[in-house]
């Protein structure tokens, strides 16, 4: 009884220790390709969703700057990390050189499905755009929040809000 239990405690660790060697192999190998990914997301995102008409974009000080043609700037990107009902909620805020949001991009959340994940959709997103730090961007208030989903409105609200705070804060 005694030799069983020190033969399945043996086999139990060496499977162990083989899934772990497997595991940290598979992460070493596609680390890289994983973080090439997530900033070709962000690119993507900046680009296309929160420096529209931005030729180019270049990170700086924890910030992206987007520049036109000529090399000046056209606006500022900020990411940020509001907490949600379902953890934090990565997302990309898009500012004009006036201070007015010009997008919003969800990267990553993990809200609920069918609920929270709507506040990732273009027609909850647009609401953002044109906002100044001077508006409160309180949920149900002066945004229409989701319904079932206050706390997720509120926490991309807060996101926004962050931006713009970021932005104010340097310019």
Known sequence: MIKDIIKLSVF????CALAAAALSITYVATSDRIEQQKKAEINVALSKECLPGASSIREEKG???GLDKKGSPIGYAYRVSPKGYGGAIDMVVGIDIKGRVLGVKILSMKETPGLGSKASEYGFLKQFTGKTSFAKLI???DVDAITGA???SQ???DGVREALTKFKQIH
């Open 12 to 15: 139990l660790t060496i499977a």
């Open 63 to 65: 910030r992206y700057v």
């Open 139 to 141: 949920a149900k208030k």
């Open 150 to 152: 206050t706390i997720t």
């Open 155 to 157: 926490a991309v609200s």
